[in-house]
Nanobody, 122 residues
Framework: VQLQASGGGLVQAGGFLRLSCAPS????????AGWFRQAPGKERELVAA????????YYTDSVKGRFTISRENARNTVRLQMNSLKPEDAAVYFC????????????????WGQGTLVTVSS
């Protein structure tokens, strides 16, 4: 199973983007999901995570109030709505999925997407 991430692009500071992630092949039922990002010269960080039910979510402090993670299990899709983007949000964003929400929170995942580039101009 591969995860396909899309929706990245170039946006001005203050703008918005919506990232989407869906598995190719079989659906990943019962899996938690997360969005990670990695900027040049920096370590990969977990941006947001969501449980299979959607009832539990997590955001890193720097995106709270600006980003929203959601999922539509009927369409096997996980999204990341990113509003009020800042230049420091620029990075390659990766979606990931795992049977364990705790593993996602710890930065590990069984399945990863290929990454989508987000560029924010000041």
């Amino acid at each position: 199973v591969q995860l396909q991430a899309s929706g990245g692009g170039l946006v001005q500071a203050g703008g918005f983007l919506r990232l989407s992630c869906a598995p190719s092949g079989r659906p990943l039922r019962g899996h938690a999901a997360g969005w990670f990002r990695q900027a040049p010269g920096k370590e990969r960080e977990l941006v947001a995570a969501i449980s299979w039910s959607g009832g539990t979510s997590y955001y890193t402090d720097s995106v709270k109030g600006r980003f929203t993670i959601s999922r539509e299990n009927a369409r096997n899709t996980v999204r990341l709505q990113m509003n009020s983007l800042k230049p420091e949000d620029a990075a390659v964003y990766f979606c990931a999925a795992d049977g364990s929400y705790i593993r996602i929170r710890s930065g590990h995942a069984a399945y990863w997407g290929q990454g989508t580039l987000v560029t924010v101009s000041s």
